[in-house]
């Protein structure tokens, strides 16, 4: 028996134009933070939600200045984006609370890396028992939360961070 899964969500993605443009490279404009899904911005980083997240809450920091190696970040951009990685994790226990997480930063193709040519640092919120069967049998990950829905749960608390 035939079964169907909805995501009318994707058929945004699937009509959308695509882009050869880095999606890191945002600029200095923040009139579509909420559009781009951007929750933080410092002076040389930022945290954004993944689009397409293997977690509720799969957030990013990447450096605005696109260097794809981490011997390429000088000693303040180590700083800035280790700084924003432990307040977004502070705040994703807050407010989703995981019992762990993944953090990670994938270099190369080789090394995993989706986007090869712009260093970004993953943050993927975990809960015993987030996996299942359906990413191994239906090639489809199951999301229990809007992707919208999380930005706004979360960006009241990133907002908090950036008027102290």
Known sequence: MRKNLWAPWRMEYILSKKTKECIFCLGKDETQDKTKLILLRSSLSFVIMNRYPYNNGHLMVAPFKHLHAIEDLDGDMVL?????????????????????????????????????????????????????????????????????????????????????
């Not at 990670?104 to 809960?127: Q, S, T």
């Not at 299942?132 to 749960?153: A, I, Q, S």
């Open 80 to 164: 800035d984006m280790f700084m924003m990685l432990k307040k977004s994790m502070s705040i994703l226990r807050t407010c989703l609370k995981p019992e762990g997480f993944n953090v990670g930063i994938n270099m190369g193709k080789a090394g995993g890396a989706g986007i090869e040519d712009h260093l970004h640092i993953h943050i993927v919120p975990r809960w015993n028992g987030d996996t299942n069967f359906m990413p191994v049998f239906g090639d489809v990950r199951v999301m229990p939360e809007h992707l919208e829905d999380t930005y706004n749960k979360l960006l009241p608390h990133f907002k908090a961070l950036k008027d102290d």
